[in-house]
């Protein structure tokens, strides 16, 4: 990245920085205050920024908080694989008719992710069983 005039760092979409925090939060293992987030992203974004993020994020409903001390510490509602989940139900939502959009989704499959979803819907060999 090179720097501007001024000899800051290029400025980078909202979603970029949302991705940056959540991976901070999922590598940490533990709730992070936003001054422990600003820190182990390098010292890129000011504390009012980080907990700018955190906040919106947190309306969102992509993470918990609790209180600790004078500050909310937070930690992401799922993992990536769950996060992943969350943004394809989203879609489907969005979408009124959600059988074309499945069928498609299917006939876009590889035929080893065909298999696998199949297995993944049959009560006798799906998850628990």
């Not at 293992?29 to 947190?58: H, K, N, Q």
């Not at 819907?121 to 799906?126: E, V, Y």
């Amino acid at each position: 990245m090179t720097a501007d005039a001024r000899g800051r760092p290029p400025k980078r979409a909202n979603g970029e920085r949302v991705t940056e925090v959540l991976a901070v939060l999922q590598q940490a293992g533990e709730p992070l205050i936003p001054g422990e987030v600003a820190e182990r992203l390098g010292g890129e974004l000011t504390y009012s920024t980080v907990v700018t993020i955190l906040t919106r994020m947190y309306a969102k409903k992509l993470l918990t908080r609790t209180s600790r001390g004078r500050a909310f510490a937070y930690a992401p509602v799922t993992d990536e694989d769950g996060f992943a989940a969350r943004r394809m139900r989203g879609v489907l939502d969005e979408r009124p008719d959600r059988e074309a959009v499945l069928s498609r989704f299917i006939d876009e499959l590889s035929s080893t992710d065909e298999e696998l979803l199949r297995q993944l819907l049959d009560p006798n060999t799906g998850p628990g069983r």
